[in-house]
DNA sequence: ATAAGTTTAATTGTATCCAAAACACCTCTA
DNA sequence: TAGAGGTGTTTTGGATACAATTAAACTTAT
């Protein structure tokens, strides 16, 4: 798996609120690479006996992680039948984005009001990596960045409680691409995201929203015209397209 | 406790993400109620035996709640100290109210795109019931009714996850309220609710932003003006003000 | 041979059990 | 008398055991 040295996205406090006691965490943070990094596809069943072995330990605290998981909204669990990776409707992933431009847009002005030059800088390192990955052919490092990006992005407004949100949001924003985009128009293009870092330095609130507003409109737009549902409703609509196959033959 | 016969509040979806089996998805609400409606004032130990009595179940039902109810940081846990109603600090409540601001203004572009006349009856019906218990002197219900307001307003959108966001940020509110905020001073006075709906009734977006963002300005200042830690850092001040005292005394 | 019904296996949900940590009380000492 | 140290109790963290539910395999009858 990649080493990861600087985990700018995951999961907003390390210092977990709950009784993570260090074991549990590293699961999580295993189990929450594996599916934003779209190492596990989105409908893969996580049963806990196989977990709690692949981690060496009892169905107990597999399930705290899964329970945690699924607050988050990355695997779904319906009872008795499991934990499974959570596949975002069309609808929802709809609301993410919206979300997204709600959240990232409005919290804009803190952002510039609190912009300071180290702040900045840590955004064009992530920008310069960012671009490293691209050109090395390195999606998935690449797609991370961009997510962090835009997490630390928010996170200059200083709103613990709102980078929380986005970084769930991002969370998802990658299991919508995975479910529904291809792999390389998903990551953010070009680097636009130097862009912003200079319109924010200039202090031009007005134009880093609708900047904004433009560049998750953009991302969206690659994801989701996927339109109908992924692979679910299958048997009955599969026959009759079966159905109506047969008939054109004949 | 109060029946409530209509929760327009509590937690996003009630067919609840995980395995609740209505047991133990009984046991959240009443906590929830407990804790939001201010029965359990902040700080209180939530021990998991005396929990697990209280119910009748044993206490891995009653961790699971516990957990559901940390992740929605309704309550803290430290390792091996089991868990208590959460005590916001100063700065969560500021955070608390900034990323509502966000939210709920940024929300209202699609409120008002979407609010259909049923929507808006739903909402006057809020407001009736709320100003109903008002004047009667619940201030309990007519607190709960005005975080209810706030809710089905964001909920004209349609995006599920703002309404979950939200829905999270109105019950810590109620928290930040009750550990700061006198208690009569807390709930939206006079009724203010009612003019917003006709704002947005006439379509007004710049004038409904402008008055939920003054608004939540409002809640705001009538809570948070305690500025600092409420009963933390307690013994060295408190040690250090007696000491201060003694040598005025003599 | 297919479809329904029944039995078997696998997986989850819940309770109980044991170990470790925190807390309270009590004693002993300076 | 105040403080340090130690013992016992309470409470939490985690694993195991058992019950319940679902999914799968197999049988049987049409």
Tied chains: 1, 2.
Aim: hydrophobic fraction near 35%.
């Amino acid at each position: 798996m990649g080493k990861r040295t600087s985990p700018e996205l995951e999961s907003g406090r390390n210092d977990n609120g709950l009784g993570g006691n260090g074991r549990d965490e590293t699961i999580y943070r295993n189990l929450f690479t594996a599916i934003v990094e779209n190492h596990l596809a989105p409908g893969t069943k996580l049963p806990e006996d196989t977990l709690a072995e692949t981690y060496g330990v009892s169905r107990t605290s597999i399930r705290k992680v899964l329970q945690r998981l699924t607050h988050e909204r990355l695997v779904d669990v319906r009872l008795n039948r499991g934990a499974s990776v959570a596949q975002p409707s069309v609808g929802e992933a709809r609301d993410i984005f919206s979300a997204r431009r709600v959240i990232e847009c409005g919290a804009i002005p803190l952002v510039v009001s609190k912009a300071t030059p180290a702040a900045l800088d840590g955004l064009r390192d992530l920008v310069r990596r960012e671009t490293a990955a691209q050109e090395r052919g390195d999606w998935r490092e690449s797609i991370y960045l961009s997510g962090a990006f835009h997490v630390a992005l928010i996170g200059i407004a200083g709103n613990e409680t709102l980078t929380d949100f986005l970084t769930q949001l991002v969370s998802r924003s990658s299991l919508a691409i995975a479910t529904y985009g291809s792999p390389q128009t998903a990551s953010c293009r070009h680097s636009e995201h130097d862009d912003v870092i200079t319109i924010i330095a200039g202090g031009d609130v007005e134009g880093a929203m609708q900047w904004m507003d433009r560049h998750l409109r953009d991302v969206e737009r690659t994801v989701v015209f996927a339109e109908e549902e992924p692979a679910a409703a299958d048997l009955k609509k599969i026959l009759e397209e079966v159905a109506q196959r047969r008939t054109k033959l004949r």
